[in-house]
């Protein structure tokens, strides 16, 4: 441990060196983690900081408390392409995951002025709500409400009637609509407690909230989208070209 120099707070450079031995592959899914005895006794700090650090560890989705036999190492962390612009499933299918999906409600609905105003319609205008919990491999990893002025898509009730169907597909195939681009905001945003319930997360803990506005190939504005991602096992890169002045 280092004591001086920069004061990089103790439970924290435990935290730090733990996340590069789990991504350096030095510990492996499922390795058991010392005590917070032994962890206390090998860095020479409280039984306290040890506690605080594997706390944290476990509230960013790298470890998992197991009652009466220890704390394991889990690292689910799912890497998302932020840039990408490309559907749930196929996106976790990459990873080498399992997804699912849960409908939580599907209905037309009027348009309120904050959606209204994202998809550039009229309040009050009929719109196509489907809010949708996403699962990896039977984990919650975001929730997804998607609107869609239901001019573009009337009837589309009849076409959305199972678990996995794919919003993007039925758009292409029933309506003849493609996706093609779509502008994104991401922010970090705390769960409430229907979100925490959904995702089984603790109230208030911290999520990325990414909003879209996707468009066709005509560059016309079709869906407006927020997903609610869990911030402890969810990642997001993406890879940027460097333009000199």
């Given at each position: 441990m280092n004591k001086t120099g920069d004061h990089i707070p103790f439970y924290q450079q435990i935290?730090?060196?733990?996340?590069?031995?789990?991504?350096?592959?030095?510990?492996?899914q499922g390795d058991k983690l010392p005590s917070e005895r032994e962890?206390?006794?090998?860095?020479?700090?409280?039984?306290?900081?040890?506690r605080h650090a594997i706390s944290i560890l476990e509230r960013e989705g790298f470890v998992e408390r197991v009652v009466g036999s220890g704390t394991f190492v889990t690292n689910r962390r799912i890497q998302l392409d932020f840039v990408e612009f490309s559907s749930f499933?196929?996106?976790?299918?990459?990873?080498?995951?399992?997804?699912?999906?849960n409908t939580v409600h599907k209905r037309k609905e009027l348009a309120n002025g904050f959606?209204?105003?994202?998809?550039?319609?009229?309040?009050?205008?009929?719109?196509?709500?489907?809010k949708r919990v996403r699962f990896a491999d039977d984990i919650p990893v975001s929730i997804e409400l998607s609107y869609i002025p239901y001019a573009y898509c009337p009837g589309i009730e009849a076409h959305m009637n199972g678990e996995d169907i794919s919003l993007y597909q039925v758009l292409e195939e029933r309506y003849g609509i493609k996706l093609v681009r779509a502008d994104q905001t991401m922010r970090i945003s705390l769960s409430d407690e229907a979100e925490s319930k959904l995702l089984r997360i603790g109230n208030d803990s911290p999520c990325i909230l990414v909003e879209?506005?996707?468009?066709?190939?005509?560059?016309?504005?079709?869906?407006f989208s927020q997903a609610q991602t869990r911030g402890d096992i969810v990642r997001f890169f993406?890879?940027?070209n460097v333009k000199n002045n």
């Open positions: 935290k730090n060196l733990f996340i590069q031995e789990i991504e350096s592959g030095k510990w492996k962890l206390a006794a090998q860095y020479q700090i409280s039984r306290m900081t040890a499933s196929k996106t976790i299918l990459s990873k080498g995951l399992r997804p699912s999906t959606v209204a105003k994202r998809l550039g319609i009229s309040e009050g205008e009929e719109i196509w709500s489907l879209a506005q996707a468009f066709d190939k005509n560059d016309k504005l079709i869906e993406s890879k940027l």
